[in-house]
């Protein structure tokens, strides 16, 4: 076998050539820079080989009289040009993939294409020795025949360079072009393709898109706008409307702390005035979740301090309910009592008042009394790691201490108030007896117990530490 490819080097040129393309297809995406040293090295072989035996690529091959030797030598030459085109083309994609990513892949095929032509009109003026201006002057025009044929086409490939360069968007970027909003999922030669939150897919051309109003939601990053209209009664007063939508939004753990969020009267006429809650979040995934909350928080807030959201059918009995009549007929554990019932609790609760950072109920104490939020924030606070971590934010008609309540233990979280707080207290001894009588109660109040053990066990036990890879490759990045 040895013999053979020394007497037979083009053979052995060959076989170069078809271990490229077989290892290329062999080794995985994953290995991307073995790949690329062993098309250079196959290259350089190749090359040694065609040199060694008088095969210079910038001339014909030698081999006139013998027309099977010529014929394999000139496919051999041409085959370097291409093989070189092809091993450049990878060494410049790699290098650009590095630098810009893949933003830069439609300029990475047009460079492709530009070097491959060149490496076609190399190997027809040197190994085949052709006219290359007549060829070139008929492929000039040809060249404008096919440009005004694909005057279209063409647009969208150029507008799809200009977009690349200037790169008002890249992948996975968050858009809307022309009221079109979606996640860009590939920018190819002719059109952009976004994944809309109806889960289609909208292809829009590139020249299209050059010339549209582009927005851009993920830049800067990790930062999404969202916001949220409240419309109130026009007789509620604004600073009092104002502090209630403030205490909503600190409710809202997801909302960034910078840019800070804001409240502002959006507009007022004497139909109603609307307010706006306005803020970040670091996913656009968030952005729903986060409005659905503000608008609950909204509302409960406002409540809390007695404005209602405008609407055209106002209820009579809800002014002439007490403020702990309502907050047991809102909350939801406690709504399923009867009327009378709940006018013998609401007689049976005292308010407690708390100041902004004061502890409303310390991790591990047992608590003796039941407290539902009547108004403003209550912050959760784990222990992960021995550092405080926390884990929610509690608004009006939420109820703190059950776990005492129900079986004589406590949570591992402290409840602080984040804001200034009011709180209805009512005793362990006076609604131990309720819950003995009514299962739904004690229902209700064990799922939410469950609830809050399962949540802090989770945020606060062990993540396995996965061990990095660890190869030549990577001893190489670190060196350098």
Known sequence: MLSLLTEHPLFCALILILLDLGLWRLISSRGSEWKLLVRVLIFALFSI??????????EPAPWVDNVPLHL?????????????????????????????????????????????????????AYVLDLPVKGVLATSGALAIIVGLALQSTLSDVFSGIVLNTTKPYQL???????????????????????????????????????????????????????????PVSPHARPSSVIEALERAMQGCRQLLDTPAPSVSLKSSASGGAEYEISGFVASMGEKRVVRNQLFDLAYRHLQASGVNLLSSNETSTAPQLSRPRALLESSPIFSTLREEEKDTFSQNMTLQTFRAGETILAGGEVSDHLFIIESGVVSVTLKRHGAPLESGRMGPGEVIG??????????????????????????????????????????????????????????????????????FLQWLRNRV
């Not at 602080?416 to 209700?444: G, M, N, Q, V, W």
């Open 172 to 230: 996975d970027d968050w858009i809307s072009i022309d009221g079109t909003e979606g996640r860009v999922t590939d920018i190819d030669w002719r059109a952009t393709r976004l994944q809309t939150s109806q889960g289609s897919m909208a292809v829009i051309p590139n020249s299209l898109a050059a010339k549209a109003k582009i927005i851009n939601f993920s830049r800067p990053s990790n930062m999404f706008g969202v916001s949220v209209s409240v």
């Open 49 to 58: 080989v065609l040199f060694n035996e008088g095969l210079n690529p910038m």
């Open 72 to 124: 394999a030598a000139t496919g051999l030459q041409i085959g370097w040009w291409l093989f070189g085109a092809r091993t450049l083309t990878v060494l410049i994609g790699a290098v650009m993939m590095q630098r810009v990513g893949h933003t830069g892949r439609l300029l990475q095929d047009l460079l492709g294409a530009v070097i491959f032509l060149i490496a076609i009109i190399a190997a027809l």
């Open 402 to 471: 059950e776990a005492g309540i129900l079986s004589d233990t406590a949570l591992p979280a402290d409840f602080s108030a984040k804001t200034f707080c009011a709180l209805y207290r009512i005793e362990k001894s006076y609604l131990k007896p309720c819950l003995d009588a009514r299962h739904d109660i004690h229902d209700a109040m064990q799922a939410l117990l469950d609830f809050r053990l399962h949540k802090a066990q989770s945020l606060t036990e062990e993540t396995p530490v996965i061990a990095p890879k660890r190869g």
